[in-house]
């Protein structure tokens, strides 16, 4: 029998998806570590504008406890899109160029059209989470939602919220793995290539398939970072978000041929 994912290629026209080792995705960190360090400036800007439109959400969110846990992990679907910009500076400084703020804005307009059809993708999958966060804070959740205050005292102090944990993190898992297994390279692929989005999804699919252990892990380190940021109100992700952006453009340019 086909292995499930055999059919994609019968399908769409995808690149060639190299097999990597496990330690790859701490290489990918040192190498996106130094995208950052000789893009200062510009990767520094990405950086902090993300930090704090993600410091505005979570100050909107913090008195409504079902909406702070869903920005919280919406910002990580998001993710991707957000650090178009990123993998654009990576992909001049691969060439040996320097590249400003404003001019890997600029570069980003050359796949306006794919990115914007990703970004709807993502924007999508985020909503539908707000939703079923909603959703699952209703049928799941007993005691006081007043503020974030109560609710971790809710779900630390006592046992009466294993369901609604259990089911949390459950369901928001399983939609992470989606949306990561689609747009884990996807987006980098877009700039590099100028590919449509679904192929470059498919591809992304393809290598999260091939690589299962190995992006596995680095989905785990990305969560590990991105929490790094959210513990230090926002002013880690100045630096975290660019370190992961980077790096996300190297992990495309080792499994994609």
Same mark, same amino acid.
């Given at each position: 029998?086909?292995?499930?994912?055999?059919?994609?290629?019968?399908?769409?026209?995808?690149?060639?998806?190299?097999?990597?080792?496990?330690?790859?995705?701490?290489?990918?960190?040192?190498?996106?570590?130094?995208? =950052?360090?000789?893009?200062?400036?510009?990767?520094?800007? +990405?950086?902090?504008?993300?930090?704090?439109?993600?410091?505005?959400?979570?100050?909107?969110?913090?008195?409504?406890?079902?909406?702070?846990?869903?920005?919280?992990?919406?910002? =990580?679907?998001?993710?991707?899109?957000?650090? /178009?910009?990123?993998?654009?500076?990576?992909?001049?400084?691969?060439?040996?160029?320097? !590249?400003?703020? /404003?001019?890997?804005?600029?570069?980003?307009?050359?796949?306006?059209?794919?990115?914007? =059809?990703?970004?709807?993708?993502?924007?999508?999958?985020?909503?539908?989470?707000?939703?079923?966060?909603?959703?699952?804070?209703?049928?799941? +959740?007993?005691?006081?939602?007043?503020?974030?205050?109560?609710? #971790?005292?809710?779900?630390?102090?006592?046992?009466?919220?294993? *369901?609604?944990? %259990?089911? +949390?993190?459950? #369901?928001?898992?399983?939609?992470?793995? #989606?949306?990561?297994?689609?747009?884990?390279?996807?987006?980098?692929? !877009?700039?590099?290539?100028?590919?449509?989005?679904?192929?470059?999804?498919?591809?992304?699919?393809?290598?999260?398939?091939?690589?299962?252990?190995?992006? =596995?892990?680095? %989905?785990?380190?990305?969560?590990?970072?991105?929490?790094?940021?959210? /513990?230090?109100?926002?002013?880690?992700? /100045? #630096?975290?978000?660019?370190?992961?952006?980077?790096?996300?453009?190297?992990? *495309?340019?080792?499994?994609?041929?």
């Amino acid at each position: 029998m086909d292995k499930p994912y055999d059919s994609l290629d019968q399908h769409f026209n995808l690149p060639q998806i190299r097999s990597v080792g496990a330690e790859r995705p701490l290489q990918w960190l040192r190498m996106g570590w130094n995208d =950052m360090r000789e893009n200062l400036a510009a990767s520094l800007s +990405y950086g902090v504008i993300l930090a704090a439109i993600g410091y505005l959400i979570l100050s909107y969110a913090a008195d409504k406890p079902y909406l702070f846990m869903a920005a919280i992990s919406g910002f =990580m679907l998001v993710g991707p899109i957000a650090a /178009a910009g990123l993998y654009e500076i990576s992909r001049h400084h691969e060439k040996g160029e320097k !590249v400003s703020f /404003a001019a890997s804005v600029r570069g980003l307009v050359r796949s306006a059209d794919g990115l914007a =059809m990703f970004g709807a993708f993502l924007a999508i999958a985020l909503i539908a989470w707000e939703r079923i966060s909603a959703i699952l804070f209703a049928l799941f +959740y007993r005691g006081e939602v007043s503020n974030v205050t109560n609710f #971790v005292s809710g779900i630390l102090g006592s046992g009466d919220n294993l *369901y609604f944990l %259990a089911a +949390y993190v459950v #369901v928001g898992a399983v939609l992470a793995i #989606v949306v990561f297994s689609l747009s884990a390279i996807a987006i980098p692929m !877009v700039l590099d290539r100028d590919t449509d989005t679904i192929t470059a999804a498919m591809t992304s699919l393809r290598a999260v398939q091939t690589n299962f252990d190995t992006m =596995m892990l680095w %989905a785990l380190l990305i969560v590990v970072l991105v929490g790094i940021g959210f /513990a230090t109100m926002m002013i880690g992700m /100045a #630096v975290l978000l660019p370190l992961v952006g980077h790096a996300t453009w190297h992990a *495309y340019r080792d499994v994609v041929r």
